[in-house]
Every structure is written in C-alpha cells, then in structure tokens.
C-alpha cells in the first residue's frame, strides 16, 4: 500500500527568550494509507508538536512533511487550509466545537467549506451513527462530554477524509463513556478505510492500533507494530 | 469552492456565528447609535432650514430689494431711488435710550423710524394684529415684547422716544428675519418716520442706517435690475440685498451653524467608536479558539476575517439604522432647541438624504474602527487549538494595524474637512482629537504602571484585588479612562468656558472700573452733562471726543480704483465705512505701540499728519507703516501718514479706535463725546438714566450691568444647545461605560465564579468589583477634571487673555458624581452573577 504520511529529518525549534528550543529532532516515518498509529510519550516529549507538523497546523523548522504527496512545507496558509479541508479530519482531547454553532450547524460546516450538496441529510446522517439524531439543534454547552466528542467525530468523518488525526480522544472523558467514544471511532473509522494517527498517553488505547511510536525529548525511541 | 457559494457561506457564519451574541453586539453598537442620531439629526435640520429658507427668503427680507448704508443718500442716490419703480418704505434706525413714564424706566433700544407697507412679505407680527399697520399714521409706536415684559408696560400706555411721548399701539413679537437673540441684545420700538424729527435724534453725528425697501411687479427681471443699479450703488457705497442674496446669506450662516453643530455631534460618534473597538477587541480575543477551529477545517485566514467583518457590518448598519431612527425623531426637537436662533418657523420633515449620510457614515466608521481588532484574525493560527498560549504570540504588531490606524486618521480629518472646508480648520480638529485621546491613553498607560510599580502589599485582600484588575489580563482601563475621561473633560470644560466669559465680564464691574458709557454728546451738551454727573456724585473717568470721517484715498488710489483693480485683495468695507477716529497726544492703557513710532502731536501743518492704526486692521487691509491715507472728514480732505501700529486690548469697558490721530488737527472739526463713569449700584444707575434722558434725550447710555444680563441670557441661551448638543457626547459616554463594564462582566465571570467556588462571599465579590470601579471612575474623572483644567487655562491665557480663577465647587460634583454612576453601573452589572449559583454562570455565559 501506498504512504500518505512522510516525515523526513524533520526538526522543529522554538524561540524562547534569548534561546532556541528544540522540541523535534530528525524525526522520520511514513504512514502507510488506511492504517492505524499511535504516538505515544510523556508530556512535553513533542508529540502534540509532532502532531501540528503532520497535520498541516504548524510548519517544521527544518527537513519534509509530506501528505498524499504534497510537501507541506511549501504551501502557504491558504493552501494549508485547502489541504486540512480535502484531506485532514481532527479530535481534539477538548472537542474544540464552535460555541455558537449547533451540533448539526458543527458537522455541517465542513461539508459547506467544500461546496457539497445536501450538506443537511448527510450531516443528519452523520449525527445518527453516532446516536445523536435528536440533539441536532442543541448547543454544546447544552451537550454532555461524551456528547460533545460524539459529535466531533460526526464532524471529523463528514468531509470523507483520507487522514484522521486524534489527540488524546478520550482524555477528558470518564472511563465507560471513553470506551463507548473509543468503540465508535475505530469503528467509523474501518467503516470509511481512513487512516488514524492517535497522540495519547493512554497505552491501552495505543495498543488498539496497528502501530506505536514511542517519543521522548522531541526524539522517536521506538517504532514498533502491535500484535 | 465556488466563490458564488463561498459568500453566502460566509453571510450564513457570520449570521450563525452571531446569534449566541445578539446581546453583546448590539452592546458594542448602541456605543454609536447616540452619534449617529446626533448626526442625523443635524443632517436634517441643514436640509429642513435649507428648505425653510428657500421658500421664507421673501418674508426674511420682507421686501424685493433693500438698499442701505449708514449715510444719508447723496442727491444721485436720491435720484436712483426715485427712479426705481414699484412699492417704496423707508426707514431709519439708530439707538437711542426709550423713557417708559410710567414707572420711570429707561432703556437703549433700537429705535426703526417706518414710513411705507413695509414689509411687503411676511408681516410685523404684533398684539393686537392690527397694530402693525395702523401706527404707521398716528403718533404710536410698536415696543418689542421683550421690552415690554421688563418694564411691566401695557398696550395703551405711553412710551417717550427723544422729545416725543408716544402710544404704545402694540407689542412687537416678530418682525422680518429678527431672532430672538437679536431682539435681546438690541429690542426694537418702530415709530412712525414722519415723527423723527419731532424727537430731535437725528441730529449731526448719530449714527443712523437709512434703509430703503421695494416691491416690484412679479414681471420685474431681479437680475437684470441689481446689474442695473449696482455701479451707482457700489459707488455711493451703499449696499443692496435682495432676495437671492438673502438666501445666499442666511444659508451661509446656517451652514456655519450646523458644520459646527455636527461636528460636536461628530464627538459623540467618535467617542462612542472607542467603545466600539474596546468591545471588538474583547470579542475577537474571546473568538480566536473559533477562528482557530474555522482554520483548522480548512477556512482560509481572508474567509475568517470576511467572516467577522460581515458580521460587524451588519451589526453596525443595525446601529446605524436605529440611530438614524432616533435622529429623525430628535430633529423634530431641534427646532424647539435653536428656536432664539432662527429668523423664520421651521418646519420638519424627514430628509432620506440625511438619514442615507448617517447610516453611511455609522457603518463606515464602525467598521474602521472593528477593523483595529478584525485584522488580527488574519494571524490567528489553527495551532490555537492544541494549545492556548499559542495566543499571545497570534496577535502582533501587525503593518495592516497601522493602515487601518492612517485610514481612522485621514477619514476623520476628511470628514472634518468636508463640514468646515478649510484644512488648517481640519488639521487642528484631528489633531485635537487625537491629542486629547492620545492623553488619555497615555495616562491609562502611567496609571497602570505606577499601580504596578507601586503596588500597596499591605493592603487588605479585596483592596489589593480590587486594585490589580486594574492591570490584570483583560482589564478595561484604557477604555474607560478614555471614555469616562474624555465625557468627564466635556462637562467641566464646558463649566469653565462658561465661567470664564461671564467672569472676564464681571471683572469690569468691580471696584472703580468704567461701567457706563454715555455716547452721542454734541459740543454743547458738554459741560452740562459734567454738570449733572458732579450733582450726582459720579465721576467723569474719561471724555473722549469723536470725529467721523470716510477713507477716500489709500496710497493715491480711490474706492473707484481699487474696485477695478482685480489684483487688489483690499477689503470693500476700508473705503465704504464710517471711521470714527478720536484723538489725543499719549496712549491709554490698552493699547501698545507693536511697529513704528507713536506720535502724540502733529507740528507741521504742511505735512501728513502722522496716525496710528490698530495692527490687526492694518495687517487685515495690508496697510504698512509709511502707506498715505487720505480722510475726507465731513468736506475736509485730510492726509495722513501711518507713523504706528498698536495693539489694542479691546476687552473691558473702554473706548477704543481703529485710527488713533495726535493732538492738533481735529480739535476744530465737528464732533461729539463720549464719557465714561462708574455708578455704584442699579438704583444710582436707574436715578441718572432717567435725569439724562429727561433733559438730553439724544444721549444714550449704555450701563455694564444691563450688558452682563443680556450677556447672561445670550450665554444661557447659547450654552444650552451646546449642553444639548455635549449631552450627545456625555450619553453616549455613559453608554460606552455600561458597555465596557458589561463587557468587563464576561472577563470577570470565570473569576467570579472561581471565587465563589472557593468560598468568597457574595459581599466579598461585591467589593472588590465596587473597588475596581471605584478607583478607575476616581482616575479618570481625576484625569478629564486635569486634562479641562488644563485647556480651561489655556484657554483664558490664550484665547480669552485674561487669568483663570475656576469655580471648583461644580468641578467637584462632577468629580463625585461620575465614579460614583461607575460604581452603580459596575455593582448593577455584577449582581447577575451572584445571585445565581457558580454551575449555572458557568453553563449559560460563558
């Protein structure tokens, strides 16, 4: 199978004060499309930095990101937010729905941004798989958490993405609804063939999936397939 | 994606991205809608007194065409009055002091000595109606209301004027483009024009206009006929207006009125924009983790940033729509406001072009002002959703910030240009604007600083609290500082300027200082009049003889001349006024020579005589030391030489002139006097006006005590449509102040709610928000009483020349009142969020 992902040497440096931080250093991997990762780490390793870099949110300071063949580093902001929109679908440990919108107006908007027709069924369609039909009209702030996270993967799989990036899914989540969200993304997920990159602590959720990098100090220790 | 589709997209999120804020926008736009209203309304009074004046010119004028001057008219002028067909008044006024017999009372007034129907459009509105036309032919007079109401007078009673006792037919209410404000300062008597001379005023030296109306049959060409007659009226230099003319004139003047008016509601505006981009700013900071999601899905930085502007736009035309609104409805006061003001009854009726201008301008200069903040979504990074403190560093500095500050700048200069039409004019408003924001600004800035820098530890936990939000993240002390200052600023400048023109009056009352002047004494009457001032007891403080004369030749060249030549830039009134020249061998104190010599007496018969002109006139009529003048002093040609310029202080009550000539070439000529003196008190004053009318009825006095109440209600009347129109600026003040504060509320929730998660009490809150505000009300109101303190000095040092002694008593209710409406408006907005449990705060506003 063909790679989607493609990191090579890639660093990424921060200024602080007076002085460089090194948070990524010659980090290298390929994806291979329609798999499962996981990038696991202790705080402050890099793999949320790691995570920007893959995803098209932040560009690397040095070497090549390179999604579905396009290299990433030479795009602008404008042509980034192309690529997030035709390619990319995001979880977010915080769920990161837009306040003012309803949970429909959130898995709609998308499917807006590309231009598609009958944007409403198919995002009704959407809020159904993940249970919540019925809560189409409701704020978030009127949305339990498990609730919220639902409805953020109705609007993660609505544009068809080739790619899904999770950060720490479930990790402002109580343990039983946690599985429920966990259950509900692989299965989404091998339903549409999409390819899942996950950045967690949780080692248990890691081991779910194909494969595991292990990260420290903005370096990979490990690279390793799960059983 | 299709780019048809992309802006209704962009419409329907911006729409959808709002509704969760109705509240809170329409917050930030009430900020300008008393601006706009302002505005709006002014717009429409232009356009309504515009129209008035288009269809009222005639009655203004109340006549085709007026000819007048204050000569009597020369046999060819005499000639071309006769010659003009159609219907003729004629008219002669002066001032002159009226004897009301029955409670003794005495008065200058404008005496109007009618002969003819004028007027011949409109009317001499007078009670009973009939009295205007039926006084003409007996020996009655009309008396000005104003007049009437002060000396208790009826119809029916008698009025003397001169040697003449008369009737009063009726009361004068209204008569051809008179204000109110006129009938205060100089109330009319008409008195028929075949009485005058019984009344022996029209003596040799009054000042008298001579005024000649017409009516024409409607078939007459008015053109054709003023470029008829023009040459010889400009060469009697007479001068002529006509209906056209009139309503060329009085639009000016209302012009004039109503750019300045717009701009003090332009204030408003401004004042209520700072609000705007406050709030803006607060709620695009709020909004960044939103644009981050938009960017993360794929919304580009251009669509986000489109995304809000549609928004604020759309919010700011709703602002700008129930301003006009309320615009439209406060221009049907206005009339009511300006009512001493106007010539004519104005009548109110919608204008869509003002109302278009207002909501053009509302949404213009709203979105600027948006625009501060909105260009920072450009910068926001879809990073922001994997970690918070990626938020500082989104916005920056930012070159389009600067733009968007040159484009604030220059739309408020051309805006200022556009009503006053001179760009030194514009320059010093936009400048002065800015200065006084910047100021503000900057004392916000200190302020933060020292309560930094010099932050009391030892105080109690709520004061330190209380205190520190003044700097914290997300404080609202610059806007408030501006907002609170700038409105605090209005009211006590507005205080002192007050103040300061009625105390510069009252300063000539006191101790010794000339109070009443007695003008119009003949040669003759001279001694006499000492007399009777020594009988009094009233001193003669100065005896100043008068000589009129006319300018015939300015450097060898004639009124005739210099009209033809077009490169001359020489004021048509140098030749065509009466000058009345005084002269004596030493200067007074007043006056200060600033170039040439000062030469007290002339010696050589044979030569100019060497004078004195006042620098301002000269410099305004390009006269130089050394240019030749040559008088014609009633027959005499007289030349003269400009040996001095003077600077003259023409404030107080004191005799000044424009041409000063030394001792020895006017002692002959024909004359009168004016004297000065100082009355104790009104009673003294009332018991020598009567005596002096009595027997001079051609002298007339003027008494400062008389002045300063007519001073006093010009003032009254003029300062309350500035306080009407201030009131615009000091609302709206307030309104951004509720704004801010209910702004700061959601910036304070999260750490009210924490408080009161950890156990504060609802009291403990309440201090500390009562403290926020009480310190930043007391600092700024501080900072606008210092920053009004400031412009009041230089204005009385520079502009009123005179010392400043502010009244601080109404300063400091000012200085009391405004932290405490902050504190009320900060408690008020606060109690929400108490009295409700921290979960439910938590679940609905935030």
Redesign the interface.
């Known amino acids: 199978m063909a790679n989607i992902l493609h990191l090579h040497q890639v660093g990424k440096v921060y200024r602080s004060g007076n002085r460089d931080l090194k948070v990524l250093d010659d980090v290298n991997f390929s994806v291979e499309a329609g798999s499962t990762l996981s990038i696991v780490g202790p705080s402050g390793s890099g793999k949320?930095t790691l995570?920007?870099l893959c995803a098209g949110?932040?560009r690397a300071s040095s070497g090549q990101v390179e999604l579905n063949g396009i290299g990433l580093n030479q795009l602008n902001?404008?042509e980034l937010?192309?690529?997030?929109?035709?390619y990319i679908g995001?979880i977010?440990q915080n769920f990161?729905?837009?306040?003012?919108?309803t949970a429909l107006?959130n898995v709609m908007?998308?499917l807006?941004?590309?231009?598609e027709k009958n944007v409403r069924s198919r995002a009704l369609d959407l809020l159904d798989k993940v249970g919540l039909a019925d809560r189409g009209h409701h704020?978030p702030?009127q949305l339990s958490g498990g609730e919220q996270q639902r409805v953020s993967l109705a609007?993660a799989f609505s544009n068809q993405p080739q790619i899904l990036f999770a950060?720490e899914p479930t990790g402002n989540l109580d343990a039983e609804t946690g599985v429920k969200v966990e259950k509900l993304l692989f299965d989404l997920n091998k339903e549409s063939g999409t390819t899942l990159i996950l950045v967690t602590h949780n080692l248990e959720l890691a081991a779910k999936t194909q494969r595991i990098i292990r990260i420290k100090g903005g370096k990979i220790l490990s690279d390793t397939l799960t059983s | 994606m299709n780019n048809k589709i992309n802006f209704a997209w962009l419409v329907t999120m911006a729409w959808r991205d709002s509704r969760r804020n109705y509240s809170r926008l329409l917050l930030f736009v009430s900020s300008i809608v008393l601006g706009i209203a302002a505005l709006v309304a002014i717009y429409s009074l232009g356009y309504n007194l515009q129209q008035n004046i288009d269809t009222q010119a005639a009655s203004l004028l109340g006549a085709d065409l007026e000819l007048s001057d204050n000569t009597p008219p020369s046999p060819k002028m005499t000639h071309l009055v006769d010659s003009l067909k159609g219907q003729q008044s004629k008219e002669l006024s002066f001032a002159s002091m009226i004897y009301f017999p029955k409670n003794s009372g005495t008065r200058l007034a404008q005496i109007r000595a009618l002969e003819g129907d004028f007027p011949y459009y409109g009317e001499l509105e007078t009670e009973p109606a009939s009295a205007g036309k039926t006084f003409r032919n007996k020996k009655e007079v009309l008396v000005d209301q104003t007049l009437m109401l002060q000396y208790q007078a009826n119809v029916g009673d008698s009025l003397k004027v001169g040697e003449v006792t008369f009737l009063i037919a009726g009361i004068l209410k209204k008569a051809p483009g008179q204000t109110g404000i006129a009938a205060t300062v100089a109330p009319s008597v008409y008195i028929p024009l075949s009485y005058l001379k019984q009344t022996n005023l029209a003596q040799k030296g009054s000042r008298i206009t001579y005024r000649y109306y017409f009516k024409f049959a409607p078939k007459v060409n008015m053109p054709l006929l003023v470029k008829k007659i023009e040459p010889t009226v400009e060469a009697e230099d007479y001068n002529y207006r006509t209906v056209e003319s009139q309503k060329e004139d009085t639009g000016r003047s209302f012009r004039d009125l109503t750019r300045f008016l717009s701009l003090v509601g332009f204030i408003a505006l401004l004042l209520g924009c700072v609000g705007v981009a406050s709030a803006i700013h607060i709620y695009i900071k709020e909004k960044l983790n939103s644009i981050a999601i938009l960017r993360c899905l794929g919304v580009k930085a251009s669509q986000a940033f489109l995304i809000y502007l549609i928004q604020i736009s759309g919010i700011g035309l709703i602002g700008s729509l129930l301003g006009a609104g309320l615009g439209a409805v406060i221009q049907q006061f206005l009339p009511a406001v300006l009512k001493d003001f106007l010539p004519f009854e104005l009548a109110t009726e919608l204008s869509f072009s003002a109302i278009g201008q207002g909501v053009v301008l509302g949404v213009i200069i709203s979105n600027l002002f948006a625009l501060l903040s909105l260009v920072s979504i450009r910068k926001v990074s879809p990073l922001n959703v994997l970690r918070a403190s990626y938020e500082q560093t989104t916005i920056t500095k930012d070159p389009l910030k600067w733009l968007v500050y040159a484009l604030i700048l220059l739309f408020v200069f051309g805006f200022t240009w556009l009503q006053m039409k001179k760009w030194t004019d514009a320059v010093a408003f936009t400048g002065g604007v800015t200065m006084a924001f910047l100021l503000l600004l900057g004392m916000a800035s200190l302020l933060m600083w020292l309560v930094r820098r010099f932050f009391p530890s030892s105080w109690g936990y709520l004061g330190r609290q209380g205190l520190a939000n003044l700097y914290r993240p997300n404080n609202q002390t610059a806007i408030l500082m501006v907002s609170i200052g700038l409105g605090t600023m209005f009211i006590c400048t507005l205080l002192f300027v007050q103040n300061l023109l009625l105390a510069r009056i009252k300063l000539s009352t006191d101790g010794d200082q000339p109070n009443m002047v007695l003008f119009d004494i003949q040669t003759p009457q001279k001694a006499p009049v000492i007399a009777l001032l020594k009988q009094q007891n009233l001193p003669v403080l100065q005896s100043v003889p008068i000589v009129t004369m006319r300018l015939d030749e300015l450097n060898g060249q004639t009124s005739v001349e210099a009209l033809k030549d077009t490169t001359n830039k020489r004021w048509r009134g140098l030749f065509s006024r009466e000058y009345r020249v005084t002269f004596r061998d030493s200067l007074i104190s007043t006056e200060k020579i600033v170039k040439g010599k000062w030469i007290g007496e002339a010696k050589d018969p044979a030569a100019p005589v060497p004078i004195s002109l006042e620098d301002g006139y000269a410099e305004r009529n390009t006269i130089k030391v050394g240019d030749t003048l040559t008088f014609n002093v009633q027959g005499t040609m007289l030349t003269t030489v400009v040996a001095s310029l003077r600077d003259v202080d023409w404030a107080g009550v004191q005799t000044n002139f424009l041409v000063l000539f030394p001792k020895g070439v006017l002692e002959d000529a024909p004359q009168f006097h004016v004297f000065l003196t100082h009355v104790p008190n009104n009673q003294v004053s009332a018991k020598f006006q009567q005596s002096v009318v009595q027997q001079f009825p051609n002298i007339s006095m003027i008494d400062l005590g008389l002045i300063l109440t007519v001073l006093d209600d010009i003032s009254t009347k003029i300062g309350f449509v500035i306080r009407f129109m201030a009131g615009f600026s000091i609302l709206t003040g307030l309104i951004v102040l509720i704004a801010s504060v209910l702004i700061s509320k959601y910036q304070r929730i999260q750490e009210s709610v924490l408080l009161r998660t950890l156990g504060a009490s609802r009291r403990q809150i309440l201090v500390i928000t009562a403290l926020e505000y009480f310190f930043l009300g007391t600092l700024a109101a501080a900072t606008g009483v210092l920053l009004a303190v400031g412009g009041g000095w230089a204005l009385a040092r520079f502009s009123f020349e005179t010392d400043f002694n502010p009244q601080f008593l109404p300063v400091l209710v000012v200085f009391l009142v405004v932290p405490a409406i902050t504190v009320f408006i900060g408690l008020i907005n606060s109690w929400g969020i108490l009295s409700r449990s921290p979960l439910e705060v938590l679940r609905q506003d935030v």
């Not at chain 1, 807006?112 to 231009?115: A, F, I, N, T």
């Open positions: 949320t995570l920007g949110l932040d902001e404008d937010a192309s690529v997030r929109n035709r995001f977010f990161q729905l837009m306040p003012t919108l107006e908007v998308p807006e941004l590309r231009g704020y702030t609007r950060d």
